[in-house]
């Protein structure tokens, strides 16, 4: 669904577990990733798939909240953000509401969240929505910030 507009962009994957969608990002063209988890294993085993596949990245250790706030503290901007966290969680409705009223997003930045097709997240006012598709029990919601 990206795969053209990736190329020279920013991009941040929260709750990034292998690193899979930063990493993909970085393979197609992505300027630049940020890779945030709160899980250090998690955080080892991205560092170890950068390392491997001789790509650059910075790789953030701690819950999302606080990774987002260092982020906008050191006026990082991004054009894409992928969301997804665990389902049985909040997560979703705080990290977008967090984007949409911090300065972390470009105008345009698109954000991508997967979610459990039961669980709709609320769509914060600052953004709107520009694709939704469903993939078995994940739903995928591109939100845009105009």
Excluded: W
Excluded at 5 to 14: F, K, N, P, S
Excluded at 56 to 71: A, H, P, Q, R
Excluded at 85 to 98: I, N
Aim: aromatic share 8%; glycine share 8%.
């Amino acid at each position: 669904m990206l795969q053209f507009e990736i190329v020279g962009r920013a991009v941040l994957d929260l709750f990034a577990g292998s690193g899979g969608m930063g990493i993909e990002a970085l393979s197609r063209g992505a300027s630049s990733a940020v890779f945030c988890d709160q899980s250090p294993e998690c955080a080892a085993i991205i560092k170890s798939n950068l390392k491997h596949l001789n790509l650059n990245g910075e790789v953030l250790c701690n819950d999302f909240e606080k990774c987002l706030s260092m982020l906008e503290a050191s006026g990082k901007r991004f054009d894409f953000v992928f969301i997804d966290p665990p389902y049985a969680s909040d997560f979703v409705d705080r990290a977008t509401s967090f984007l949409e009223k911090s300065e972390l997003l470009n105008n345009g930045a698109c954000i991508v969240i997967e979610h459990p097709k039961d669980r709709i997240p609320a769509i914060p006012d600052g953004l709107v929505l520009r694709a939704d598709r469903k993939y078995g029990k994940a739903h995928i919601r591109m939100l845009r910030k105009e």
